[in-house]
């Protein structure tokens, strides 16, 4: 059993920050593409940025500019940072790691107000 930790989430003002951070417990595993997706209120989960165990990063077109994804292999850890938040931001994130399974966080939410 894999327990993904993830914390960062809140509530922000449009144009503030927030990072996102995420990283196993109690485990040590080999993992390869590392992602944040998010699932807005009434809609598909979806997206948001993946980053490959090599470095290769991956964007929505909506958050491209904004969002920067970025991985700590030592500590097997994944990280979002969101710059000039917009209301439309607002979802429950979720980390996803990617070994020979694939493995959800618990999902933090973020909510931006206008």
């Known amino acids: 059993q894999v327990n993904l930790v993830e914390s960062g989430g809140g509530l922000v003002q449009a144009g503030g920050s927030l990072r996102l951070s995420c990283a196993p417990s109690?485990?040590?595993?080999?993992?390869?593409?590392m992602a944040w997706y998010r699932q807005p209120p009434g809609k598909q989960r979806e997206l948001v940025a993946s980053?490959?165990?090599?470095?290769?990063?991956n964007y929505a077109d909506s958050v491209k500019g904004r969002f920067t994804i970025s991985r700590d292999n030592a500590k097997n850890s994944v990280y979002l940072q969101m710059n000039s938040l917009k209301p439309e931001d607002t979802a429950v994130y979720y980390c996803?790691?990617?070994?020979?399974?694939?493995?959800w966080g618990q999902g933090t939410q973020v909510t931006v107000s206008s």
């Open positions: 980053i490959t165990r090599g470095g290769r990063t």
């Open positions: 996803n790691i990617k070994t020979a399974f694939s493995y």
């Open positions: 109690g485990t040590t595993l080999s993992i390869n593409t």
